[in-house]
């Protein structure tokens, strides 16, 4: 079985993996399934509202659990548990994740990954070689949003192959926004609905302000009910389902 990973295969079997951050059980975190949720510090991008900045940058402390352990977890879990989340930060930025994942399978537990969707690349041999069993894809915003409200510069057009990609094959997956009104309005929405329009589902979720990378955004006034519905309902037309998250 190939990937993207060089070197000793022997991490393979979890002999220096390591995880940083881990809710042991989740009923949130899989659509349909109980799991168990890790995450991995680092992120290639530096959105402003994000509400895990410690994470994305990769500054710990962190929980440094390893992964034997885990998987000691997951073996007396069968029957409770059925899969693994595997999120950040962005985890494809790991180049054990394919490992892992490979682990996980082994074990007989789906897989899911959150992303940014902004590396295909790094996903590609897990969709490949069947080791991923659903997927949510973060989509920051309209086009030329991107740069604004990541920090950096990003190709939209690799967000877009990621989507792409898992639907040619077969995987399951939801988009996902998170949304402060200084950063995306109601037109901004519309026009990333355009973009990413098709048979998918779409979680809009307001942004959590009681941290935040950017610390200008810290503390304000994230958008009400009234203007998620607003937007939903505006949405819609372009998606399968248009669902507000949290």
Same mark, same amino acid.
């Given at each position: ?12 079997? !979890? ?92 074990? !007989? ?41 990541? !920090? ?95």
């Amino acid at each position: 079985m190939s990937g993207y990973i060089e070197g000793d295969w022997a991490t393979a079997q !979890g002999e220096n993996m390591v995880v940083d951050g881990w809710v042991k059980v989740s009923l949130i975190d899989f659509p349909g399934s109980i799991c168990s949720t890790l995450f991995f510090g680092g992120c290639n991008l530096r959105c402003r509202y994000c509400h895990n900045p410690k994470m994305a940058l990769g500054q710990g402390p962190f929980e440094e659990v390893k992964w034997n352990t885990v998987e000691e977890f997951l073996k007396d879990g069968k029957g409770i548990l059925h899969g693994v989340c595997f999120s950040g930060g962005e985890p494809t930025l790991r180049p054990d994740l394919y490992a892992m994942a490979l682990r996980v399978k082994m074990s !007989g537990f789906k897989v899911k990954v959150d992303t940014n969707g902004t590396m295909p690349e790094n996903l590609f041999p897990l969709i490949r070689d069947g080791l991923l069993d659903y997927a949510a894809v973060d989509v920051k915003g309209s086009p030329g949003k991107y740069r604004e409200i990541c !920090g950096v510069d990003v190709s939209e057009s690799a967000v877009m192959e990621t989507v792409e990609t898992l639907e040619r094959f077969g995987i399951p997956l939801e988009l996902r926004t998170t949304v402060h009104q200084d950063l995306l309005s109601r037109e901004d929405m519309l026009e990333m609905a355009r973009w990413m329009q098709g048979e998918r589902i779409l979680y809009i979720q307001p942004c959590r302000t009681s941290i935040t990378l950017d610390p200008r955004l810290q503390g304000t006034l994230g958008p009400d009910k009234a203007w998620l519905e607003g937007v939903a309902e505006a949405c819609a037309p372009y998606f399968s389902k248009v669902i507000i998250r949290g």
